[in-house]
């Protein structure tokens, strides 16, 4: 499974020495369950098979290892992530583990451009802060009226 390296990797939850702690951005609704999400070295969720919010981690935790940009409407990939060379060659099955996460994500991003527009921007600031973001060389289509549903 693709994104079964990630609970081994860890990096995207852990902030190198000498860097800045990372204010994960939360949705209106994330911040109500959740308060904030500050990653000063290692993440409090993280445990040693992952995130131990599972299906209740933020929507930025979850896009990751992609940021997308709402002014452009452009999917980027951090560059660091080891994942990325599977996850780019993954995109062209339409089947796969990636290309279903990409279309998952555009379909959360499409209920966000309607209910917290601000949300995207400032998820996508802090990501161009903390990671070195590449475009994703394939783009999502939008969702069709189905997968809207």
């Known amino acids: 499974m693709l994104f079964d390296h990630c609970a081994q990797c860890q990096q995207c939850c852990t902030i190198d020495a000498g860097h800045p702690p990372l204010e994960v951005s939360l949705t209106q609704t994330e911040t109500a369950r959740l308060g904030s999400v500050c990653i000063e070295d290692n993440c409090a969720n ?3 098979n992952g995130c ?3 299906d209740d981690k933020p929507f930025g935790c979850t896009l990751y290892p992609l940021s997308y940009n709402p002014h452009s409407r452009d999917f980027f990939f951090d560059s660091e992530c080891p ?4 996850y780019i060659a993954q995109l062209a099955d ?5 290309s279903q996460h990409l279309a ?4 959360t991003i499409t209920e966000l451009e309607q209910k ?3 949300y995207l921007l400032h ?3 802090v990501d161009i802060d903390y990671f070195d973001l590449l475009k ?3 783009q999502a289509p939008p969702p069709s009226q189905s997968q809207r549903k």
């Open 123 to 125: 998820n996508h600031m």
């Open 94 to 98: 339409a089947s796969s583990e990636a």
């Open 46 to 48: 993280l445990g040693a």
């Open 104 to 107: 998952q994500m555009r379909q």
């Open 116 to 118: 917290e527009p601000a």
């Open 83 to 86: 994942l990325m060379p599977t």
């Open 136 to 138: 994703l060389p394939v």
């Open 52 to 54: 131990q919010l599972d």
